[in-house]
């Protein structure tokens, strides 16, 4: 698959390339992107290399991963979005802002604009957000973006060699008006 731009009326949501590594890179040298990411610690320039070079257009060729630079007008990098496919209707979003801009609500805008855009064009109908359990930005977004907490998996993360708790929430097609392309039977109670 060729990769998909996305937009809104504040965002670019584009693949990045060759071309941002180095602002990547910065961005990614911010001790909360470290702290609650699973990416390298500490973040090297090769990672960025790779990351920019070799993960994000593999990912989009193979359709295993779909990522974005979440990018303003004037191509200012505001953060990172990531949709990795979970199973044939199934995928799991992941996202960090940069420091700078957090707290605009770019990220949940993205995050609603990707969702929308995997629903429909791709068919999918459940993505799933997961966090180590303490990262309250991270939650916030989701919630925002209207994902419903399922609960906490123990050991479910491992960040840096470290098994950790988390926090898990779906977003369904339904939550967003959006049909499903399997008809969908809550359990009792929902």
């Known amino acids: 698959m060729e990769p998909v731009t996305l937009t809104t009326g504040r965002l670019r949501l584009r ?8 602002t990547v890179y910065e961005a990614a ?8 990411t699973t990416i390298p610690s500490p973040y090297l320039p090769e990672h ?43 995928a799991e979003v992941g996202f960090w802002a940069a420091k700078e801009h957090r707290g605009e ?4 805008e993205a995050a609603l604009t990707a969702c929308r855009w995997i629903f429909t064009d791709l068919g999918v109908d ?18 925002r973006a209207g994902f419903t907490l399922e ?25 967003l008006g959006l049909p499903s392309t399997a008809p969908y039977l809550p359990g009792p109670g929902r």
Request: include cysteine; charge should be negative.
């Open 151 to 175: 609960g906490t998996l123990r050991s479910a993360i491992n960040n840096k060699g470290v098994r950790r708790d988390c926090w898990i929430a779906s977003l369904l097609p339904s939550d």
């Open 15 to 22: 693949a990045v390339g060759p071309a941002d590594t180095e």
């Open 105 to 108: 609500g770019y990220v949940t």
């Open 126 to 143: 459940r993505v799933e957000w997961r966090a180590e359990v303490g990262n309250h930005g991270s939650r916030g977004v989701a919630e």
């Open 48 to 90: 960025a290399r790779g990351f920019t070079h070799e993960m994000v257009p593999d990912g989009w060729a193979n359709g295993s991963m779909f990522t974005w630079g979440i990018f303003l007008a004037d191509e200012e990098l505001a953060g990172m979005l990531s949709l990795s496919m979970r199973g044939p209707a199934a």
């Open 29 to 36: 040298q911010d001790s909360d992107i470290r702290r609650w």
